[in-house]
């Protein structure tokens, strides 16, 4: 990819950065880091933008009610925040076995 372009494999809730989905990924999963696009900062753009079943595929049940505590007031959709805050408390009661770190 030249300087300048934007690739065609961007992901589209990372709009103003010009990755492509592999770097994402990358960075989603811990392995990468540029400058302050960490960890944390893919999983709140995710939590922010990306639609649900994209969400879960990505991060997992598991990993979203864990850190569903330290992500929460980073969230600025109130509907957003509102949903997860109905599924953080409706899945451990309703559905545990989605929360199994070993499936």
């Known amino acids: 990819m030249s300087i300048g372009t934007k690739s065609t494999t961007n992901v589209p809730y990372v709009w103003d950065y010009d990755i492509d989905q592999q770097t994402f990924l990358e960075i989603l999963s811990g392995s990468k880091e540029i400058g302050r696009l960490n960890r944390e900062w893919a999983i709140l ?28 007031d980073k969230i600025r959709a109130k509907n957003r925040r509102r949903g997860f805050d109905f599924l953080i408390e409706w899945l451990p009661q309703h559905h545990p076995e989605l929360l199994n770190y070993e499936a």
């Not at 939590?47 to 864990?66: H, R, S, W």
């Open 45 to 72: 753009r995710l939590l922010e933008y990306a639609p649900y079943d994209e969400i879960i595929q990505l991060i997992g049940f598991p990993t979203l009610v864990e850190g569903w505590p330290q992500w929460r």
